[in-house]
């Protein structure tokens, strides 16, 4: 059946974000033939809109204002709730970002429905909208169906796909309104240090826990990553590690880490505790190293390897150098 879909985009270096294309192509299939909504607030949103056509949508609301720059709630959720207003659409779909977190429970309140949040699938059929997520620590997934309109649903990184050719259709571009002033003001910005690829864009994630016995143990990580490719491959680690000060903080994935879903996920000396799982299950694939065969990370991998990880990893990295 068709029906409107809004996407609530966010816009980086001029561009709608990797994750809003994945958001606009999964509207795009949501809708089946109904038209699909895109916000896009800040500075550059105008230079956005052709990209979110190509990507998906029928329509830009654009708040052409750099007060939508920063991400202030109060600025940012007036600009949402007029673009469902004129767009009445049946669901709303936001990034499980920092921006939809915020933004998705704020939305449903304003519009007296319900946010499903951390999303991996959005579907619908006879009932309505149905949304999964992981839950139990990744080890089961809960599916919600919505009894109020619109449906609100926040959903992971890559975990969906955008559209394998560009959508066909010259697109409209509706004007919001400009920002007001906002009731809060940042007082100030730290960039977590993160260098290289980013976990999150990396198509390969090699995670290190406390069974590598100490910082070293990473650089032993860090040299696999590298024989994958500087820009395919990252670097991550257990919660146990990073509170060790083996690695940074900013590389932990996990419950209260990073969330990741590359295509391949090397675990190494990671036990696979619910909470790391959490972070990681959404892979692709997953490869385990580990001591211990009850270990609980095999349950988990598809492919698993029971040595110690100092015997497996050096012959592994040159293999992968020599295939070049
Ligand atoms: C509220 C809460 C939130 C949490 N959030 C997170 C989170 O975000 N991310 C996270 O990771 N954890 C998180 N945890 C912690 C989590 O419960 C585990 O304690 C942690 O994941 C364990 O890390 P680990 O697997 O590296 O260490 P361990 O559990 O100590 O496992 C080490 C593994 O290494 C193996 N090993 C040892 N030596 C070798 C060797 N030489 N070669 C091969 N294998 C070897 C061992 O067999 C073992 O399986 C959280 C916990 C709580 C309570």
Excluded at 223 to 248: I, M, N, T
Aim: glycine content about 12%.
């Amino acid at each position: 059946m068709a029906q409107d879909i809004l996407v609530i985009g966010e816009v980086e270096d001029g561009a709608p974000a990797s994750v809003t294309a994945e958001l606009l192509g999964a509207a795009r299939r949501l809708a089946d033939g109904g038209n699909v909504s895109v916000t896009l607030l800040g500075a550059a949103a105008a230079g956005a809109a052709d990209a979110a056509f190509a990507a998906g949508a029928d329509r830009a609301y654009v708040g052409a204002d750099g007060a939508y720059d920063e991400f202030q709630p109060d600025q940012w959720i007036a600009a949402a709730q007029a673009a469902v207003e004129q767009a009445s659409p049946a669901a709303v779909l936001m990034a499980q970002s920092g921006i939809g977190r915020d933004l998705a429970p704020r939305l449903a309140f304003r519009l007296d429905s319900a946010a499903a949040m951390d999303c991996v699938a959005v579907e619908s059929g006879d009932g309505g909208f149905r949304a999964t997520r992981p839950c139990y620590g990744g080890n089961a997934q809960a599916t919600y169906s919505f009894a109020t309109s619109p449906a609100i649903a926040t959903v992971r990184a890559k975990s969906q796909e955008p559209l394998a050719d560009p959508h066909s259709g010259a697109g409209e571009t509706v004007e919001l309104a400009a920002a007001g002033e906002s009731r809060g003001t940042i007082a100030g910005r730290e960039q977590a240090v993160s260098e290289g690829l980013q976990l999150q864009d990396a198509s390969m994630v090699v995670s290190g826990g406390r069974g590598l016995g100490g910082p070293e143990g990473f650089e032993v990580m860090e040299a696999l990553a590298s024989a994958l490719g500087d820009d395919k491959a990252a670097v991550g680690a257990s919660r146990a590690a990073c509170d060790l000060g083996w690695y940074p903080v900013s590389q932990q994935v996990g419950l209260t880490g990073k969330v990741v879903t590359p295509d391949l996920y090397i675990a190494v000396a990671i036990s696979g505790a619910s909470q790391h799982m959490a972070g990681c299950s959404g892979s692709k694939t997953i490869v385990a190293i580990n001591r211990d065969e009850e270990a609980n990370i095999f349950k988990s991998a598809r492919f698993g390897v029971v040595a110690d990880y100092k015997a497996v990893l050096p012959p592994l990295i040159e293999a992968i150098k020599a295939a070049g």
